[in-house]
């Protein structure tokens, strides 16, 4: 969108702000920072681990327990808050445990999965 001046003004400006990508908001001071910071931490990385195998180990109990468990139980806590009427969410206590034991259970499993992985070692 481009940033005209017309009937709706101040409306399209800040339409127009919010599709700007976030980077763009942020402090020079606070971006640099947080790169360098992130490009240490890589390094560091890449000099402690010695084997990929423990990186990959560590990608997959993450994206498992995650895709498993977790993102259904918030995406389903998410859409009941938003789009579910009173009388709906009065009767969805079942369904809102379910989701909520999901989450729990899915991060009892990234840690259980975790630590095996680091005892196997």
Known sequence: ?????DSEGE????????NKLAY???SPAIYYSVT???YMLQIVGAIMISDVATIFEAVSAVSITSISFIFPGLF????????ASE??????????????????LGVICFFLITTKNMLAE
């Open 11 to 18: 409306e399209e400006l800040h339409v127009a702000d919010e």
């Open 24 to 26: 763009l908001k942020m």
């Open 76 to 83: 389903y806590l998410q859409i009941e808050s938003r789009y």
């Open 87 to 104: 009388k709906q969410k009065e009767a969805g206590g079942g369904t809102r445990r379910m989701a909520q034991l999901f989450i729990a």
């Open 36 to 38: 360098l910071g992130l």
């Open 1 to 5: 969108m481009m940033d005209t001046v």
